[in-house]
Each structure stands twice: as C-alpha cells, then as structure tokens.
C-alpha cells in the first residue's frame, strides 16, 4: 500500500492549490487524486468551449437536483468540473472575488483569520493581473487574469454607458477598492487560453518528484484508525485501491463530493447514515446541510443592430473565427460568455450591492434552460441581459441515496425558500429589462423575447422566473466553517470537528455564498488552507 505525508481527494480549484503548494518545499510527498481525466482537450482550452464542455460526461459530472418545488417542480442541472482543473476547466472564467463585507460576516460567525484584511493577501498571491500589482491585486502569481476590452462586442460599451444613465458608477475594477458599479469582466485567461487551476498549479508541479497524480482515481471511503483518518480508498481503472496519509487527508472535491464522500465514510448525520445503511463513524449533524447556490434570470432580446449572432451563426463565420482564433488567439473564441456586468443596489437604504449583472452581445432562445452555446446562437441579431441577487438566504442539502459511493447524491437546492430571496429576484428580473430600457441599449431593442412585454405585475413576473430561472453553478456551504459541531463541519483551520488528520478545503467550507462567481474565493482557500497545513507541520 502506497503511503505519503498528504493525501488530497480532488483535482479543482483548491486542490490543484495545495497540490503546489504542498510540494514545493521539496519535504513533503503528496497524492492527488482526480475522479476524471487529464485536462488536454481542445474544449477545455479554448474559452468559448464552454458551450461544449456543458453537457459533455467525459469531463462533467452532469448533476440533476431533485425537482424544485418553489421552480414548479423542476429539477436544476449542475455542471461540475471532473477533470484536471475541476471546475474551473469548465467555468465562464469570470474572475470575481467578491465583496470585502463578505469575509467580515465570515469572521463574525466565528471564524478567525477569514475576514477581508486575512484573506486578501492569499488573493494577490495566487494572481497575476495584467494590469499589474496594486494594494489589491497581485503581479505575480500562478493564476493569470486578463482584461479583454480590445475584442470585446461593441454593444458591452452601450450597456455599461445604459447602466450610467441608471445612475450606475463606471467601475474599471470590480476586484479593486470598490465592487460597485457597472464595466466589463475580467477573465482567468492568457494568451486566448482557458488558465484553470490546472494550468496555473498543477503543470508547473508535475515534474517534483514529491507529486503523484493518480487520475481515473475515484475515491470510494475515507480510511479511519479510530477518530484520525489515516487514508483513502479509491477505485481506479476496475480496480479498489488504497493509500494512506502519515499527516493528513485533505478533501477537495468540492460542494458535492467533499459532503459524499463524509457521509459514505460514516461522517455526517446520524439518522440519515443509519437510514441508509452506512455505519456511523461519528455523528456530525452539518455534513451536507448549509447549501447554498446562487439563481439567476436572463432577459432575451431582438436587436435592431449586428451581434456576435451573426458573426457566430452560419458556418462562414464558424470557420473564419476559428481559423482567426488557432492564428492569432483573437476574437469572440477567446472571450467567456459573459462581457459585460456589474454589482448594483437594486433599492435605497442598502448598505452594499446586492446584484450582479451580466451582458452578452449574443442570443440562444431554443438552448436548454441554463445552457449559453456561443457557438451556436440565434440565427436573428440578439443579446442578454441577466442578474442574479449576491447573497440569497435560503439554504438547502444534499445527501447520499445509498451506502454506494458511486451512486450520485440527491441535491436539494431549496431555492428562493424565503420571501426575502423572492423580494432579491424581483429585483433582479426589474433591473435586467430596466437596462435594456435605458436609452443606450432602447435604441437596439427591436422586441423583447423572454419573457415578453406583456409580463409586467410582480405575479406575472414571479411566475416567469419559477419556470425559467436558473442556478449559476455556485453551489458552497455544504462542509460549512465555523465553530459549532452541531451546525457546522470544520473549525476555521479546516479541520473536521471531533476528528483528527482530516480536513476541508474547497468551497463546501464557505460560511456563506460570496457577492459574485466562486472560483476565485475557492482558489484563496486553497492557498490559505495550504498555509495552514504547513504551519501545523512545523
């Protein structure tokens, strides 16, 4: 049985992290291990393979919720990453860290060393801005993030210009002094290339020799010597293997895996374990509880004006882009789905945003829910206009459906479960038609295709996102941090309550869903977990 100091179930963003950092002092041996496959594929790389890698198993876990009964009983599709990279292999890229308030709440519910002031720190160093360093950005760190304004569609300026005339502040930074305000979106790219957290730390770790990374490698059961976990077993290629760990395992399989894989192990509730014929190892209420995602509402247009529609839609333009994009790495392959956006207060009284926005100069009305194929749009000009509230109330679960560890969990997002979430997606779905409204984007408006004009009282307009809204694939909260055993799973060291040699690091460990996309806050925790870890070792 292979043995190692570390061993780390999860190749995403945090765990290619620790992968790195964990090895680079040369001390210490490490395991990877990653469920999927290698990351060289040509849909991963290039940014507008989004729209193929969303429904693709070779790289997806494709899960389904359980159906929805506040979205009319419909279940939600989840895309997550199982692949080198995990999820940020197949995100929109959108770099976003979120708001400073949020690591103050962290902090407030119990969590020293997380608040803004602990945390951005870990945020410049995992960074290479390439507008360079500042008090808040980093210069030179693994991950790459790239201003794309120059091949941005003209029509991105016209909605940031729509958005002042809403009394919005122009914001060239939303990862800067302020979030507030309405721009264009940074994206974890460089040269035209997708920068995973594959790319970024996990292949300038390959070559140590103190780094194995076991792909195809499924981990079934965390192995216990009483209460301290001492290793992993996994399935790989047909075959049930074990490795065990001299220091700690370290699970970073992310919001829905890291719970499973507690629970198949006999961690996690008890009645639950019981029920499902699991036997419990020990009793920890909050494995899988806390889960909280973000839903959001697009608003499809018309356009009276060219978008990337028709640079995009017939194969003439398919072929001109894509020879332009493998020449030059320019254009709209290069870009993300999403352009332009912003962070707004949707009324008065508000202390910070409470909206994110997002613009695309692109339409797909015949797409399944959720789905944005930039590759496949409209044959008609149109565009979007989407927003989703930042910081929803409402908390859900997941849990195992058998003691079967491939066997995958039931989710139950709970969406817009209080009135507040209800109140916050009003106010999303108002501000998206108010910016297609504002004399910048009017003009360009031919008609409204979804969900109509006519859909205009708070009924109509409740009714429309029950069967139309959608997650934004920003599942956390489900290995929650915080002091508590009976609420939540691991102290604010990542290590799992009343166990030893075992913690957490990936988004499940969020105390609450941040102001924006995650991936960016999972990538910190992966190299604040990484500190942490190698503090304890000396």
């Known amino acids: 049985m292979a043995e190692y100091d570390y061993i780390i179930v999860g190749a995403g963003s945090a765990g290619c992290v620790l992968a790195n950092r964990l090895t680079e002092n040369g001390k210490h041996s490490v395991l990877l291990l990653e469920a999927g496959g290698s990351d060289m594929n040509f849909w991963i790389w290039m940014p507008i393979g989004y729209g193929k890698t969303f429904y693709r198993p070779s790289v997806n876990w494709m899960y389904q919720t359980e159906p929805v009964e506040s979205l009319n009983g419909r279940p939600s599709y989840w895309p997550r990453g199982k692949v080198l990279g995990g999820s940020s292999a197949i995100n929109a890229m959108v770099y976003i860290r979120g708001q400073p308030e949020d690591f103050e709440d962290w902090k407030e519910m119990g969590n020293p060393g997380w608040g803004w002031d602990d ?16 008090d808040f950005r980093g210069g ?15 029509l991105c300026q016209d909605f940031v210009k729509a958005g002042e005339e809403l009394q919005y502040t122009r914001n060239a930074d939303f990862n800067g002094p302020a979030q507030e305000g309405v721009g264009t979106y940074q994206n974890t790219v460089k040269g035209g290339m997708r920068m995973s957290a594959a790319r970024a730390y996990l292949r300038p770790a390959r070559r140590r020799a103190n780094l194995s990374v076991e792909k195809h490698a499924h981990a079934t059961r965390i192995l216990f010597q009483g209460t301290r976990a001492i290793g992993i077993e996994y399935r790989q290629n047909g075959q049930l293997k074990q490795a065990t760990a001299r220091r700690e395992v370290i699970l970073s399989a992310g919001a829905v895996n890291s719970p499973q894989l507690l629970q198949v192990s006999g961690v996690g509730p008890g009645g639950l374990l019981r029920d499902k014929g699991v036997e419990v190892l020990h009793d920890l209420p909050g494995v899988g509880r806390n889960l909280q995602d973000h839903l959001g509402i697009d608003y499809l247009y018309r356009s009276r004006v060219p978008t990337l529609n028709q640079q995009l839609y ?28 912003g962070f707004v207060r949707s009324r008065p009284g508000l202390s910070r945003p ?23 749009p409209d044959p008609f000009p149109g565009f979007l206009v989407g927003a989703q509230p930042t910081r929803p109330t409402s908390r859900g679960h997941l849990q195992i459906r058998s003691p079967d560890p491939m066997d995958p969990v039931e989710i139950h997002p709970n969406y817009l479960a209080t009135e507040f979430d209800v109140q916050d997606m009003l106010d999303a779905a108002r501000l998206s038609r108010q910016i297609a409204l504002a004399p910048a984007m009017a003009k360009m408006v031919e008609t409204e295709l979804l969900p109509g004009s006519h859909v205009t009282s708070d009924e109509d307009m409740i009714a429309d996102f029950r069967a139309r809204a959608t997650t934004v694939f920003h599942p956390v909260s489900t290995c929650r941090m915080g002091p508590d055993p009976a609420t939540d799973v691991v102290d604010a060291n990542l290590n799992v309550h009343g166990l030893q040699g075992l913690r957490v690091a990936d988004a499940s460990i969020f105390p609450t869903l941040t102001s924006g996309n995650t991936n960016a806050p999972a990538i910190m925790v992966g190299e604040k977990a990484a500190d942490l870890i190698l503090a304890d070792t000396r």
């Open 119 to 134: 945390v951005l720190p870990y945020f410049k160093k995992s960074e290479t801005n390439d507008r360079g360093g500042d």
């Open 140 to 154: 030179d760190g693994p991950l790459h993030v790239t201003t794309l304004d120059r091949d941005l569609h003209p």
């Open 314 to 341: 017939p194969w003439y333009g398919k072929l001109w882009h894509g020879m332009r994009y493998v020449l030059t790495r320019r254009g709209p392959l290069s870009l993300g789905v999403n352009q332009a956006g």
């Open 354 to 376: 409470n909206i994110q926005l997002f613009f695309s100069p692109v339409s797909y009305t015949k797409a399944p829910p959720g789905k944005r194929p930039l590759m496949n």
